[in-house]
Nanobody, 124 residues
Framework: VQLLESGGGLVQAGGSLRLSCTAA????????IGWFRQAPGKEREFVAA????????DYASSMKGRFTISRDNGKKTAWLQMNNLKPEDTALYYC??????????????????WGHGTQVTVSS
């Protein structure tokens, strides 16, 4: 299983970024996808998740209304659209897949496969 994030960068507060997560080595459509982030000195936290067919999405409360998760199983890719970014959104963003098929969770500990992350920096 391989997950590769891209699309991070430096943006001013109020700006937008779109992160991509491209998968390889497994049947992408059988697994949900989650996005997590980790800021320096803090624990990795849940951002958003999407079910395997995209019918269900979950968001952390602080991201709801600003972030949108989506996926295209034909392209084996998931995205995280981030709008109205704030300096506190600065973190390393990871996409991940759980170890079970057709399983939706927001629990970080239930995700077995992780990408290496993409850095998002929001300046004030």
């Amino acid at each position: 299983v391989q997950l590769l994030e891209s699309g991070g960068g430096l943006v001013q507060a109020g700006g937008s970024l779109r992160l991509s997560c491209t998968a390889a080595g497994y049947t992408f459509s059988l697994y949900s996808i989650g996005w997590f982030r980790q800021a320096p000195g803090k624990e990795r936290e849940f951002v958003a998740a999407i079910s395997r067919l995209g019918g269900r999405t979950d968001y952390a409360s602080s991201m709801k209304g600003r972030f949108t998760i989506s996926r295209d199983n034909g392209k084996k890719t998931a995205w995280l659209q981030m709008n109205n970014l704030k300096p506190e959104d600065t973190a390393l963003y990871y996409c991940a897949a759980p170890g079970r098929t057709d399983y939706d969770t927001t629990n970080r500990d239930e995700y077995d496969y992780w990408g290496h992350g993409t850095q998002v920096t929001v300046s004030s």
